[in-house]
């Protein structure tokens, strides 16, 4: 039972990251039409802010190191100790809660841009064409992080005060063995957050009504005289501030290297799949869902049973619900069936 | 009525999306031979009709036979298989090849079945194909090396039903052949109908056009709410008092 | 009028197409690219991208899995070697009858799916045999450290008719030919044609025209009597076969075979060759691939200190910024001018090279047709 529970609480924060990729995937190809294979890069970007973030809070000097006195040592010291002594340390370890601040306007930007600047001349191409020039869009954007941060995994530690772990276990009357870092913890909570903030903002504004409309049909709130195009630009530019923001915060989790946009992406993409295209309620569950079974399927006693199920668990599932229900967990009837 | 000569039987069809009726009660027979036109306002349930006859839509209950067998729940390509084409209300053309291949493609169906793998044969040695094909678009006055995308919209119909007509389909399905056609194309196409009909081929025709229904239909239902209103020769149905309710009433 | 009958006999095109390729050692060497190990991989990857096309140009399903193919062939081949015989025609038999196999399995599952799900869904199935190559299956891919041959593989055919071992590893080998510089070239030349005489035959068959038909309206070709899914199997099967004949190649130039070969990277490769010379036609894929591998040698070959003598005649300052301007596009970075060229052709020429050649050409002899109509008139 705590085994289980545990194994929950593992797929949960991962599930998070795959549901907050899929949202903006199946926003995306719900309002623009856009298959964005480039949207895996996004998540990176996100990932790769928090990093630079940290290289820049810890631009240093090289001072005399005081603490050896046999010789002259010399190490590096970040300006910010330099000038500010302990505020600058205390700065320097919230560098991922920080990049967030500079993510939120930094992502909005680059997510307009990009729709701006490219995928808007694609509306009217083929779908092939669509998926070929973000395809193409992600090996630059890969290539480029790779060419500036090395092809090594950079570690983004969370600030210390929540890298100790949280006692979930006694805290619920459970086993004290049930123990759950408490970055993953708020990273699962932050995803819920914005997962909720998103579905609110669709729900609940004026916005978002014309925008579910428009996902409906374009055509007839084009009608209403209605600047669909801009509202889309608008979300695409939203979609890409959720995986930015989505990929900052899991630096600490998984330290960010070149490839863990195009990782991510074909994850979420099968997570797209699973939970039906078109329904941003089916990509959300089909998220935190496979997140459980992926972590479930990394058992040592799963392992010893089916060696290598964690490696494919995700594609087997996908396998399965297209055999057996072609348009996915919630996906509409009819809808992108064949 | 006698069962040996209906080539198609549409038995006790219902069809019905959410609340909506859109095919109730539907009983037709078709005789072989013979051109049947189906007619009424619109939403009246024409094109589910038809799109029940080639397998696009499964009736909620009911039965499609089609010479004694029967259709219902079959996929599209066995229902061609068994001798059932149709021609769309949208031409639905192969518009990246050029008017000979369109062509072409159906009477390799019509051959070789619905899967064959023969990728090291050459086309060019199907001399049987490629005259049947070209006495076909001569037929229906078209250029074979014309690309059929670039078509318009009256020759794409054509080209259309010169796809439909090499396989010789005994029955045909046409969604309004005629519709945005000018005069002159809608009359040449009535002779190229007329054309079919003396080869016996047995015909289902959809139509807003009185003129053309008149012209070339031998039995005529008029189809209103998903119902059957009327059925029979075109001289009793325009004489027909629930038939005039309808059309010129509701 | 002769070229127009020359083009449509397809013996003559065939015939040509195998003078290019077998003279290619002559033609490329002005130009730095005569030798072996290149034109082995012009070959390779030529036959790689025709088979791609098969799918791609002409069912017009957009495919992000073939590199999978291409490894299975590879790693099928090098066992072929471990286990069997040095000699290359079982290996590359292998290659083709393993990678079709699980192009069946994965051709079976994906074409449930049209459009993008399709192409999300080969990616998919890639990345998970990548995955797998690199973590599972390592009793068979050796994982990281790729596939090699040793010296107590057991080679059992070769043991049988040879007395004595030979001393170190040996060589791939067509009955007593090794396999490596230009035998090995030609040997893949020689499959190449092979390959594209096969690709010509099936564009011109009544196979082909019905794949053709799927990509053009998959909706007129079930309500005209086809059964697409088979033959939508069949196109794919035929292709990854294909992908695996080249991986079994690579392996038969270089006995060795790596899961990288399996990364979306290396199938994207494929799908940018294909489509820079050309979808649908039959020698753009060709001309694609040797394009891509030509400049990949080049480019990877350059480092700052041959740029800064490339552009020395520049301005000291100038030259330092032409320098780190260009510093990332070339060696290490080549994967990146990769994706620059891939954007840069979708966005300005989706037809390929063969399209744009076509349009300045149909200028060109338009207006020297309708001068020669005229002339005759007159």
């Known amino acids: 039972m705590d085994a289980i529970f545990l194994q929950i609480l593992n797929g949960l924060d991962k599930g ?238 998984l330290p960010p290297d070149y490839h863990i946009g195009m990782d991510f992406l074909v994850l979420s993409f099968v997570v797209v799949v699973v939970g039906g295209m078109g329904s941003l309620g089916g990509a959300v569950a089909a998220g935190f869902l496979l997140g459980i079974l992926q972590s479930f399927a990394s058992m040592n006693e799963v392992k010893s049973i089916f060696p290598g199920i964690d490696q494919i668990i995700i594609y087997l599932v996908a396998v399965i619900i297209l055999l057996v229900r072609p348009r996915g967990l919630m996906g509409r009837k009819g809808v992108m069936e064949d | 009525m006698s069962l040996d000569n209906t080539v198609l039987h549409i038995a006790d069809v219902h069809k019905s999306f959410g609340g909506l009726h859109a095919l109730s009660d539907i009983d037709l027979s078709v005789k072989e031979g013979t051109t049947h036109a189906i007619i009424g306002p619109n939403g009246a349930g024409k094109s589910t009709l038809l799109n029940v006859c080639i397998g696009r839509l499964i009736p909620d209950r009911g039965a499609v036979i089609f010479d004694g067998e029967e259709l219902t729940g079959k996929s599209p390509h066995e229902i061609n298989q068994a001798g059932v084409a149709r021609v769309f209300q949208t031409p639905e053309i192969f518009t990246e090849l050029n008017v000979l291949d369109n062509v072409i493609v159906p009477i390799l169906s019509k051959r070789d079945g619905s899967y064959r793998f023969n990728p090291m044969k050459s086309l060019k040695q199907r001399r049987g194909a490629y005259d049947e094909a070209m006495h076909l678009i001569e037929d229906v006055g078209l250029n074979p090396k014309d690309m059929s995308g670039s078509l318009s919209r009256g020759d794409k119909r054509r080209l259309e039903l010169a796809m439909c007509l090499s396989q010789h389909p005994r029955l045909l399905l046409l969604d309004e052949p005629t519709a945005g056609m000018s005069r002159h194309d809608t009359n040449s196409t009535i002779d190229l109908l007329k054309k079919i009909k003396e080869r016996g081929m047995t015909k289902v025709v959809i139509e807003h056009d009185m003129h053309v229904v008149f012209s070339l239909a031998d039995r005529i239902s008029v189809l209103a709410e998903g119902r059957i209103i009327a059925d029979g020769t075109p001289e009793e149905v325009k004489n027909s008092a629930v038939v005039q309710e309808a059309y010129l009433g509701g | 009028m002769l070229p127009k009958k020359i083009t449509d006999s397809e013996l003559s095109i065939v015939l040509i197409f195998s ?84 192009a069946f399995l994965i051709g079976y599952v994906s074409l449930r799916r049209s459009g993008i799900y399709f192409s999300i869904l080969t990616l998919a ?113 035929i292709s990854g076969m294909y992908a695996g004949l080249a991986g079994s190649l690579m392996a038969v130039t270089d006995p060795l075979a790596g899961a990288e070969r399996m990364q979306w990277t290396a199938s994207g490769e494929v799908v940018l060759m294909t489509i820079l010379g050309g979808v649908g036609t039959l020698i753009g894929p060709v001309l694609g691939a040797g394009l891509i591998k030509y400049f990949e040698n080049i480019f990877s070959a350059f480092n700052d200190k041959a740029l800064h003598e490339l552009f020395a005649f520049l301005p000291d300052g100038l030259e330092n910024f032409v320098v780190t301007v260009v510093s990332p596009f070339v060696g290490e970075g080549w994967h990146l001018t990769l994706g620059v060229l891939f954007m840069i052709i979708i966005i300005f020429l989706p037809g390929g090279i063969i399209q744009g050649m076509e349009k300045i050409n149909n200028r060109f002899f338009k207006r020297s047709s309708s001068a020669k109509s005229g002339s005759n008139e007159s």
Request: net charge neutral; charged share 10%; aromatic share 14%.
């Open chain 1, 16 to 253: 998070g990251a795959y549901a907050l990729i899929a949202l903006g995937l199946t926003l995306a190809f719900g309002t623009l039409g856009i298959v964005n294979f480039a949207h895996g890069a996004l998540f990176m970007l996100g990932a790769f802010c928090a990093v630079s973030i940290q290289a820049l809070l810890t631009l240093s000097k090289k001072v005399k190191d005081e603490s050896i006195t046999f010789f002259d040592a010399y190490k590096e010291q970040p300006y910010l100790e330099i000038w500010w002594g302990d505020i600058g340390t205390t700065i320097i370890d919230y560098a991922v809660p920080i990049s967030i601040l500079a993510a939120i306007p930094l992502m909005l930007l680059i997510g307009l841009s990009m729709e701006r600047g490219l995928i808007r001349f694609f509306y009217k191409r083929t779908h092939a064409e669509q998926i070929l020039v973000t395809f193409g869009l992600a090996i630059v954007i890969q290539e480029l992080i790779k060419a500036n941060f090395g092809a090594n995994p950079i570690p983004t530690p969370a600030p210390d005060i929540v890298s100790g772990s949280a006692k979930i276990g006694s805290a619920l009357g459970l086993s004290d063995a049930i123990v759950y870092p408490w970055w993953r913890l708020i990273y699962l909570s932050f995803s819920v957050v914005v997962l909720a903030a998103v579905f609110a903002f669709l729900q609940f504004t004026t916005f978002g009504m014309v925008v579910r409309a428009g996902m409906h049909d374009r055509d007839m709130v084009n009608l209403m005289g209605i600047d669909v195009e801009r509202k889309f630009t608008i979300v695409f530019g939203l979609a890409a501030v959720v995986a930015g923001l989505a990929g900052v915060m899991y630096a600490p989790i």
């Open chain 3, 19 to 102: 003078a290019v390729v077998l003279t290619m050692p002559i033609w490329l060497a002005p130009i730095g690219a005569g030798y072996p190990d290149l034109l082995q991989k012009f070959a390779i990857f030529g036959l790689f991208a025709i088979g791609y096309n098969i799918l791609f140009g002409m069912t017009g399903y957009l495919s992000f899995g073939h590199a999978a193919f291409l490894g299975v062939g590879s790693y099928a081949a090098v066992w072929s070697f471990k286990l069997l015989t040095m000699n290359v025609l079982p290996a590359v038999v292998f290659g083709v009858l393993f990678s079709g196999l699980f």
């Open chain 3, 125 to 237: 199935f890639a990345q998970m045999s990548y995955n797998l190559a690199y973590s599972v299956l390592t009793p068979i891919t050796n994982g990281e450290t790729g596939l090699q041959l040793t010296n107590h593989d057991p080679r059992i055919i070769d043991t049988m008719l040879l007395d004595q071992a030979p001393e170190g590893l040996p060589s791939t080998v067509l009955f007593g030919v090794k396999m490596s510089g230009y035998p090995g070239f030609y040997f893949c030349a020689l499959i190449l044609i092979l390959g594209f005489f096969i690709a010509l035959r099936i564009s011109r068959s009544p196979f082909g025209l019905v794949l053709k038909g799927i990509k053009s309206n998959q909706t007129r070709m079930k309500f005209t009597g086809f059964n697409t899914r088979p033959y939508m199997i069949t196109a794919f099967v």
